[in-house]
């Protein structure tokens, strides 16, 4: 008889314990690693940067390689990201973009780009949530 699928959700000791719900999770060893959107916030569920989106993103790319981390993978394990900017400005999303980017190097996955009206924390610009593999499950 197969075994039951796992699901193990991954609260990272280095993110904000005020997020109310699981920094990513992985599904098995070797298996998918789900992140939630990674936000500019510090230790403290504070968010950082007010009105500077390229220092927001910085943060959200500092955080989401964090959570990752923590779940076994890394950058270059992620096969996809959604980025979701709170502006309707193209420039905007632009500038987001290439912080994400120059993060991920050479490792081009595939992406989404959106602007939206608002995000869940007070004055946040930026959120990026990613699906990677999980070649080493840390959990």
């Known amino acids: 008889m ?7 959700l991954i609260r990272p000791q280095q993110l904000t314990a005020k997020a109310p719900y699981a920094y990513a999770a992985v599904t098995g060893p ?4 789900f992140t939630a959107g990674a936000c500019p916030l510090d230790t403290d569920g504070n968010t950082v940067a007010v009105g500077d989106l390229a220092g927001q993103t910085h943060q959200v790319m ?4 964090t959570a990752l981390q923590a779940a076994g ?3 270059t394990d992620v096969v996809k990201t959604t980025i979701f900017v709170a502006s309707s400005r193209r420039e905007d999303l632009s500038m987001a973009w290439d912080v994400v980017r ?3 190097g050479d490792h081009d996955a595939p992406s989404t780009l ?6 869940g924390y007070e004055n946040q610009l ?8 999980c070649p080493q499950p840390n959990t």
């Open 2 to 8: 197969p075994s039951e699928p796992t699901i193990t």
């Open 30 to 33: 070797g298996q998918f690693v």
């Open 62 to 65: 500092a955080n989401l390689a």
């Open 126 to 133: 930026v959120e990026v949530e990613a699906v990677a593999i």
């Open 114 to 119: 959106l602007g939206v009206s608002v995000l």
């Open 73 to 75: 993978a890394q950058l």
């Open 102 to 104: 120059a993060a991920f």
